[in-house]
RNA sequence: GCCAGAGUAGCUCAGGGGUAGAGCGCUUCCUUGGUAAGGAAGAGGUCACGAGUUCAAUUCUCGUCUCCGGCUCCA
């Protein structure tokens, strides 16, 4: 007998080499139907993987990660067979699970193509095996005999993974005519997966690498049940509609034109008057802080960027240089703003008592993003930062990273932005080259933001050889609507710029010292950030932030002018009004302007008029009943004010 | 930049070798209304761009550009 450990802590006897399944079973008939894979010590099995020690046995259903990566893991294998299947002589490359689904890179014999109707048949294909409920089962093999058999197969790209494993580790996956090189875990046969969507084909490198040969990906996604299929594929609809690119045009805020270029976004009024607003909320909010707002030119000499290394690193991948008609003279488009920041350091001595200086501007950047890569306002080739950079002593660094924490923190609250995540990113160790600076410097960086978060209690994952080439960082990711990770806010500390600016100040013993920078960006830039938040609202922004707040409609073109009084009245309140005062029926303005998201809706007709007030609607809510235009202005502004009490003042 | 798909009216889309259609929007007129779509008429398109095939190309072929899904990249 062996001795289980569950979850609880609770120990009971089985005989040895019982499995997941046999003590999922001795538990529940119905747990031992949901279980889909088991962990022993820490590790995740296989739940008809027999267990011959005491162990510690925690059960994994759809509702746990490590279920549902058994799940789509045993489900990439299913695709792959009914891939073979059609095409056999297919190499496969890797088959992982991802956030929602799996996919599986495979190589198709030369004269095929995936194309998008092939889908559907290699769906049908995966279901009818599925159903026919294949034992998938688990070997252990000697390295020689994997090689030998992926030989046999002609699969090269097996092949080259097996050369990197240790003989003793390497196991395969039978499923009726289907072996697969895999680490597991899988589910005990097919016959659990009982709804499959493909969703779409794209090509990958070979093992990420541009260099290598380019194989088709096929993404899909599979359920227990057909009605949680179902559910997926109206979510997936509901998210496409929050895509930012389709409610931007929908609600005028951005477009873009060919004729000006690709990755130049144009902001429309009301997406202007939306980025407006957010950059007033961070200039007070920064001026709290301590701030200073600077301004810089768009351009810079090439010398500039030289001294800051920029120019190494990417001159000859960005907007190319500038000439004048003055020999010699050449400029670049910035592509960030640092460079400018540390001349305005350097415009004055500095002493001790100044720091921490700390400078702020919305820097309009411009960088030759690769054509493939743009996307909406997530990824432009000119884009404006809320930027700014802080100079400070060594013994300030720390106090100041988690300043910057907090301005963060308050702007996501502003903006309910509860679901992020934080990353730390530290240099790469194996790859020196890819960075500038002292080793000594990065370890005093990369030591400083770890602790600060620490001591902020900030939750982060730490991600190596994801730093800039400057300095480590720390980034807050949000996900879109369709679930795409975008990095927003950024914080970096930066040794390696003061010592090529030769940035100084003057401390308490009258001798010269480095200071160190760091640079920030709550939002990343306004054009990501207003990305985020048109997914994140659905396009219905606070009442403090959204462009149009309110909409007078007259009940008639006799109250045209009434409602052009209320406007008024709103607008000399700092209030942002608009009248709807086409020639419709009062039920038809009400549509048509809770459609386009407006908050407050304010009906005026012939009561109004004579009494002098305005009835107030709330969008999504209905009636509120009437009152003076004063009375509402008052309501209003309260409301804004609500919203943003303690942000910044 | 790479692999695959797409581009028809301001928007969403249908069509298809004989130079185009719908709904919404827009303009004008009728209507002057009370809390989610009133009625009528009209304007608006080099069918992304450039070549080729053809008596004839928006439709077929090739190239270019842009967009979409991924990959790589992201100071």
Redesign the pocket.
């Known amino acids: 007998m062996i001795k289980i450990t569950l979850p609880d802590n609770s120990v009971r006897e089985f005989p040895k080499g019982s499995s997941g399944l046999d003590i999922a079973k001795t538990i529940s008939n119905r747990l031992a139907n949901d279980v889909l894979s088991v962990s022993v010590n820490g590790e995740v099995w296989d739940l008809t993987r027999p267990i011959e020690a005491d162990a510690a046995v925690k059960l994994y259903t759809w509702d746990d990660r490590e279920g549902k990566e058994t799940f789509w893991h045993s489900s990439a294998h299913l695709m792959a067979e009914a891939i073979e299947f059609f095409y056999p002589g297919t190499r496969f490359g890797i088959g992982p699970t991802v956030d929602t689904g799996f996919y599986y890179d495979v190589d198709l014999p030369s004269g095929y193509?995936l194309?998008?109707k092939d889908l559907e048949k290699i769906e049908k294909k995966m279901l009818e095996l599925a159903r026919e409920k294949h034992d998938i089962v688990r070997s252990q093999v000697s390295k020689a005999e994997a090689l030998k058999l992926f030989t046999e197969k002609g699969d090269e790209l097996k092949l080259e993974l097996i050369g990197e494993l240790e003989d003793g580790t390497i196991s395969l996956y039978n499923q009726g005519g289907f072996t697969d090189l895999c680490r597991g875990p899988h589910l005990p046969n097919t016959s659990y997966v009982k709804a499959v969507k493909l969703t779409?084909?794209?090509?990958?490198?070979w093992r990420?690498?541009?260099k290598n040969k380019?194989l088709?990906?096929v993404y899909g996604v599979t359920f227990p049940k057909q009605k949680m299929l179902e559910e997926y594929l109206v979510m997936i609809e509901e998210a496409k509609k929050r895509?930012h690119?389709?409610l931007g045009?929908?609600m005028e805020l951005f477009t873009?034109s060919?004729a000006v270029?690709?990755?130049l976004p144009l902001w429309l009024p009301k997406g202007a008057q939306l980025r407006a607003q957010l950059e007033d909320f961070l200039r007070r909010v920064q001026k709290k802080y301590g701030y200073d707002q600077v301004i810089t030119p768009h351009i810079g000499d090439v010398q500039l960027y030289k001294t800051s290394g920029?120019y190494e690193?990417?001159g000859k991948?960005?907007f190319q240089v500038i000439k004048t008609p003055a020999e010699g003279e050449e400029y670049m488009l910035k592509?960030?703003n640092?460079p400018h920041h540390c001349e305005i350091y350097k415009s004055k001595p500095r002493s001790y008592k100044d720091l921490p200086v700390r400078m702020a501007e919305f820097g309009t950047v411009y960088?030759?993003?690769?054509?493939?890569?743009?996307?909406?306002l997530t990824?432009v080739r000119g884009f404006t930062q809320d930027d700014a950079h802080l100079f400070c002593r060594p013994d300030q660094l720390k106090e100041e990273f988690k300043k910057v924490i907090d301005i963060i923190f308050i702007i996501f609250k502003a903006l309910e932005f509860n679901d992020y995540n934080a990353q730390i990113s530290l240099r790469d160790p194996d790859k020196p080259e890819k960075y500038i600076g002292t080793a000594e410097n990065w370890e005093k960086a990369e030591r400083a933001i770890i602790e600060a978060c620490q001591e902020k209690g900030l939750k982060t994952v730490t991600e190596l050889g994801e730093a800039?080439?400057?300095g480590p960082k720390l980034d807050f990711m949000i996900k879109d609507a369709?679930g795409?990770s975008w990095?927003l806010g950024t914080i970096?500390v930066d040794y390696n710029l003061p010592e090529r600016f030769q940035l100084e100040y003057i401390g308490a013993d009258d001798k010269r010292h480095r200071p160190v920078m760091i640079?920030r960006a709550p939002f990343g830039s306004m054009e990501r950030f207003v990305a985020v938040l048109i997914e994140h609202t659905a396009g219905k922004f606070p009442l403090w932030l959204t462009p149009d707040q309110v909409v007078v409609l007259p009940?008639?073109?006799?109250y045209n002018d009434y409602a052009r009084t209320v406007s008024n009245i709103l607008n000399f309140s700092d209030i942002r009004s608009v009248v709807d005062d086409?020639?419709?029926?009062?039920?038809?303005k009400?549509?048509?302007n809770?459609?386009k998201r407006i908050p407050y809706?304010l009906?005026?007709?012939?009561?109004?008029a004579e009494s002098a007030t305005v009835?107030v609607?709330r969008?999504?809510e209905?009636?509120k009943g009437a009152m003076t235009a004063q009375e509402f202005a008052a309501l209003v502004k309260e409301e804004v004010k609500m919203q943003l009490t303690g942000l910044y003042n």
């Open positions: 193509q194309v998008e779409n084909i794209a090509g990958a490198y990420g690498n541009e380019m088709t990906r895509d690119r389709k045009k929908e873009f060919e270029g690709q990755g920029h690193k990417y991948d960005s592509p960030m640092c960088r030759y993003e690769q054509s493939g890569e743009l996307h909406g990824r800039a080439f400057y369709l795409r990095q970096q640079h009940i008639s073109e006799k086409r020639n419709e029926k009062i039920g038809r009400i549509r048509d809770e459609l809706l009906i005026v007709g012939e009561k109004e009835s609607r969008q999504g209905g009636d």
